[in-house]
């Protein structure tokens, strides 16, 4: 599908880049990464050189920190504080209008975004909701700004961007991020309606419906909505109604 997902593009904008509240703690420590890595910023570098030596920086940060043991973490928050912010500067640096997106560029990107997860998956049980909320928006951010129009993906980064503010008890950025997913992704619904074809389980449009199921499930438990009028509601009735086809 080549539709962008606008809602949640300008609800993220909202939001804000990094959680404020939260990325003040995790990156009090941090000198700005630019400064730190002057050299990578030298004029007689052509810019695959720069993206290339910012990408191995980034990937030898991450390789680092998601090796550590948790004592070994709590030890090094700093240089996890360092990764996120070498990932969200690199993330700013790379051009977002596809129009004028290189190959190397979408390549640095996809490269960016599974290094994040990477990150987002390792902190997930190391009971950091901090860091953890810094890294799951950034991820997040990375996949709407430069994968809008692949609804998997960007599914399953404000489902996990959602569920972290969850775990914050910001249930309003929560409920805020669901119904985004749910007014950009009927689309989806609707794609499947109109076809005669199966859902392909291997389909993008499979794991797009999926987070949209999550999305008004989650939406009906925060909300506390049963009955028939809720949207969440019908949203589900038809999605129940395509899984039986």
Do not use: W
């Given at each position: 599908?080549?539709?962008?997902?606008?809602?949640?593009?300008?609800?993220?904008?909202?939001?804000?880049?990094?959680?404020?509240?939260?990325?003040?703690?995790?990156?009090?420590?941090?000198?700005s990464?630019?400064?730190?890595?002057?050299?990578?910023?030298?004029?007689?570098?052509?810019?695959?050189?720069?993206?290339?030596?910012?990408?191995?920086?980034?990937?030898?940060?991450?390789?680092?920190?998601?090796?550590?043991?948790?004592?070994?973490?709590?030890?090094?928050?700093?240089?996890?504080?360092?990764?996120?912010?070498?990932?969200?500067?690199?993330?700013?640096?790379?051009?977002?209008?596809?129009?004028?997106?290189?190959?190397?560029?979408?390549?640095?990107?996809?490269?960016l975004?599974?290094?994040?997860?990477?990150?987002?998956?390792?902190?997930?049980?190391?009971?950091?909701?901090?860091?953890?909320?810094?890294a799951?928006?950034?991820?997040?951010?990375?996949?709407?700004?430069?994968?809008?129009?692949?609804?998997?993906?960007?599914?399953?980064?404000m489902?996990?961007?959602?569920?972290?503010?969850?775990?914050?008890?910001?249930?309003?950025?929560?409920?805020?991020?669901y119904?985004?997913?749910?007014?950009?992704?009927?689309?989806?619904?609707?794609?499947?309606?109109?076809?005669?074809?199966?859902?392909?389980?291997?389909?993008?449009?499979?794991?797009?419906?999926?987070s949209l199921?999550t999305?008004?499930?989650?939406?009906?438990?925060?909300?506390?909505?049963?009955?028939?009028?809720?949207?969440?509601?019908?949203?589900?009735?038809?999605?129940?109604?395509?899984?039986?086809?």
């Amino acid at each position: 599908m080549s539709k962008s997902i606008k809602v949640l593009t300008l609800l993220f904008v909202v939001i804000g880049y990094v959680n404020s509240a939260h990325s003040e703690l995790a990156f009090e420590k941090i000198n700005s990464y630019s400064e730190n890595n002057s050299m990578i910023s030298n004029d007689e570098l052509t810019e695959q050189e720069v993206i290339n030596l910012k990408l191995d920086d980034i990937q030898k940060r991450v390789g680092f920190i998601t090796s550590l043991s948790n004592e070994e973490l709590e030890n090094n928050l700093d240089e996890l504080a360092a990764c996120l912010n070498a990932i969200q500067e690199f993330s700013l640096y790379l051009p977002k209008n596809s129009t004028v997106r290189s190959a190397s560029v979408y390549f640095a990107s996809d490269n960016l975004r599974g290094l994040a997860f990477n990150v987002v998956h390792y902190l997930s049980d190391k009971n950091l909701i901090d860091y953890e909320l810094s890294a799951t928006d950034i991820y997040a951010n990375i996949i709407l700004n430069f994968f809008n129009t692949n609804y998997a993906l960007v599914g399953d980064g404000m489902i996990k961007s959602a569920i972290i503010h969850e775990k914050t008890n910001d249930n309003e950025t929560s409920k805020k991020i669901y119904s985004a997913i749910l007014k950009d992704f009927i689309v989806v619904i609707e794609r499947l309606e109109s076809s005669e074809e199966k859902i392909d389980q291997n389909d993008e449009l499979f794991f797009a419906l999926s987070s949209l199921e999550t999305a008004c499930k989650r939406l009906i438990a925060l909300n506390h909505l049963d009955g028939e009028n809720s949207n969440a509601t019908s949203v589900l009735n038809r999605i129940e109604a395509l899984r039986k086809k």
